[in-house]
């Protein structure tokens, strides 16, 4: 009996072991055949060299009175900003591209005209291609700047009842479309030590200044032409040109943007440097909803300020500034 039992566990034994054979087998063989299989291919992600973006801002203010006792007058602001960017970066080569448009006018009961507030029109293209030192490229710069329509110094007409024409002939033009206009290209190099920060040195700028209207082109530094009395309508440049940009984002809601432009001009007058500085504080209240503090501070001593005071013009600063708060809405590329 003993010999009969050892002789069945014997068995079962030898029959437990080829089974785990064939299935060591049977699953080696599966391997092999996973890994002979051709594999499906993944296409690499496509690269993204372009991003843009585009901001709009529009605000609106109103001011009304009614029996008020300290007097003034009902009003209404309207004013709007456009900001598109598209940039392009490819290895060791990049080029950013930025249109601003501001645009903005007033209308007063006093004054049965519309009165322009803001107007701008500023383009760069930065182009940059890096050098053997470490955040540092050879560069081309080009900026244009000039504004929309007509601008205007606004007088009192004279008489009991003025009418809008009377309004209009009592106001003085200051400027309008390419009246100025500033065009130039500069040649150097740019410094990004900070993805915040830029600082672009431009040795060699070339440029125009464009004054089409004949009217503005004494206050705006033209020189007369030939025949003494009349001016030309554009002025060539060349100097050297200094632009520093910053670019802070305090958190998602406050960001704070700066740039300050240096020019000296090498063929009149170089010590005289022409100063432009811009700074922008963006506040998103909410989600649509943003607060923006903005000022534009100009030196030009090509440029002859005119007012009552000075009717003959003067030289200084050119100040702008705005508070205000309103509708702003942002589409950006995904990244």
């Given at each position: 009996?003993?010999?009969?039992?050892?002789?069945?566990?014997?068995?079962?034994?030898?029959?437990?072991?080829?089974?785990?054979?064939?299935?060591?087998?049977?699953?080696?063989?599966?391997?092999?055949?996973?890994?002979?299989?051709?594999?499906?291919?993944?296409?690499?992600?496509?690269?993204?060299?372009?991003?843009?973006?585009?901001?709009?801002?529009?605000?609106?203010?109103?001011?009304?009175?009614?029996?008020?006792?300290?007097?003034?007058?009902?009003?209404?602001?309207?004013?709007?900003?456009?900001?598109?960017?598209?940039?392009?970066?490819?290895?060791?080569?990049?080029?950013?591209?930025?249109?601003?448009?501001?645009?903005?006018?007033?209308?007063?009961a006093d004054k049965p005209i519309l009165q322009k507030v803001k107007d701008r029109i500023y383009f760069e293209s930065?182009?940059?291609?890096?050098?053997?030192?470490?955040?540092?490229?050879?560069?081309?710069?080009?900026?244009?700047?000039?504004?929309?329509?007509?601008?205007?110094?606004?007088?009192?007409?004279?008489?009991?009842?003025?009418?809008?024409?009377?309004?209009?002939?009592?106001?003085?033009?200051?400027?309008?479309?390419?009246?100025?206009?500033?065009?130039?290209?500069?040649?150097?190099?740019?410094?990004?030590?900070?993805?915040?920060?830029?600082?672009?040195?431009?040795?060699?700028?070339?440029?125009?200044?464009?004054?089409?209207?004949?009217?503005?082109?004494?206050?705006?530094?033209?020189?007369?032409?030939?025949?003494?009395?009349?001016y030309k309508s554009s002025r060539f440049e060349l100097g050297a040109q200094v632009k520093a940009d910053a670019n802070?984002?305090?958190?998602?809601?406050?960001?704070?943007?700066?740039?300050?432009?240096?020019?000296?001009?090498?063929?009149?007058?170089?010590?005289?440097?022409?100063?432009?500085?811009?700074?922008?504080?963006?506040?998103?209240?909410?989600?649509?909803?943003?607060?923006?503090?903005?000022?534009?501070?100009?030196?030009?001593?090509?440029?002859?300020?005119?007012?009552?005071?000075?009717?003959?013009?003067?030289?200084?600063?050119?100040?702008?500034?705005?508070?205000?708060?309103?509708?702003?809405?942002?589409?950006?590329?995904?990244?």
């Amino acid at each position: 009996m003993k010999k009969i039992l050892v002789l069945a566990l014997a068995t079962l034994a030898g029959l437990a072991a080829y089974a785990q054979d064939d299935a060591q087998k049977a699953a080696a063989d599966a391997a092999a055949a996973i890994a002979e299989a051709p594999q499906e291919e993944v296409p690499a992600p496509k690269p993204v060299y372009w991003t843009r973006s585009l901001m709009t801002n529009l605000n609106f203010a109103q001011t009304l009175l009614r029996d008020w006792a300290a007097g003034g007058s009902n009003n209404y602001t309207m004013t709007g900003y456009v900001d598109a960017n598209a940039n392009y970066a490819k290895d060791k080569m990049i080029w950013n591209n930025r249109l601003q448009i501001d645009y903005g006018f007033l209308y007063s009961a006093d004054k049965p005209i519309l009165q322009k507030v803001k107007d701008r029109i500023y383009f760069e293209s930065k182009w940059g291609y890096e050098t053997p030192i470490q955040h540092l490229s050879y560069s081309a710069n080009f900026d244009f700047k000039t504004q929309i329509d007509n601008n205007y110094n606004y007088g009192t007409p004279t008489g009991a009842d003025p009418t809008v024409a009377d309004w209009k002939a009592a106001r003085t033009l200051k400027s309008g479309l390419f009246s100025p206009a500033y065009a130039s290209l500069g040649l150097g190099l740019l410094w990004t030590p900070k993805p915040w920060f830029s600082l672009n040195v431009a040795p060699l700028t070339g440029g125009f200044v464009i004054v089409d209207n004949p009217e503005l082109r004494k206050a705006y530094g033209m020189e007369l032409e030939d025949d003494g009395v009349n001016y030309k309508s554009s002025r060539f440049e060349l100097g050297a040109q200094v632009k520093a940009d910053a670019n802070f984002t305090i958190n998602d809601n406050l960001k704070y943007t700066t740039q300050l432009v240096l020019f000296s001009n090498y063929l009149k007058n170089p010590q005289n440097i022409r100063v432009n500085w811009d700074n922008k504080v963006f506040w998103k209240m909410a989600k649509f909803f943003t607060l923006t503090f903005s000022t534009n501070m100009i030196y030009d001593d090509t440029v002859l300020i005119t007012n009552d005071d000075h009717p003959n013009g003067f030289r200084t600063w050119q100040l702008k500034e705005f508070f205000e708060i309103g509708f702003s809405y942002t589409i950006s590329s995904k990244k």
